[in-house]
């Protein structure tokens, strides 16, 4: 057996450069909403005590609001995953996870800005 310097079929794939625009495009909506909860967290971590320190500033309560609502959607999808979800239909599942969140949002939205004068 001789050695090979090159590469061979069985190596893997070289990973596209982090800056590949077409590697971007390339992630399925699954893929970005992993992304998005990943980040969703990371901006929940460095917001929450600016919060918890001053809750009376009102685009803060909002964004709070909202990154809290994606972050569960985006939980549930993952255990509902993990639970055996049909792979077929998670792209479905998505959408309609971001629907009722959205959906959730505005409505909590309303509560507050028609019964304790959230927004």
Avoid: C, E
Wanted: glycine share 6%; hydrophobic share 60%.
């Amino acid at each position: 057996m001789a050695f090979q310097s090159g590469p061979s079929a069985s190596s893997p794939p070289a990973r596209p450069s982090f800056w590949d625009i077409s590697a971007w495009r390339a992630m399925y909506p699954g893929m970005w909403a992993w992304v998005i909860q990943r980040l969703s967290a990371v901006v929940l971590l460095v917001l929450f005590p600016f919060h918890v320190v001053n809750p009376y500033i009102a685009w803060l309560r909002a964004v709070v609001l909202a990154l809290v609502i994606l972050h569960g959607m985006h939980g549930l999808k993952v255990i509902l995953t993990d639970f055996g979800f049909p792979a077929r239909h998670q792209r479905k599942l998505l959408w309609v996870l971001t629907a009722f969140g959205v959906a959730v949002f505005f409505w909590l939205g309303y509560l507050r800005k028609a019964y304790w004068g959230f927004f």
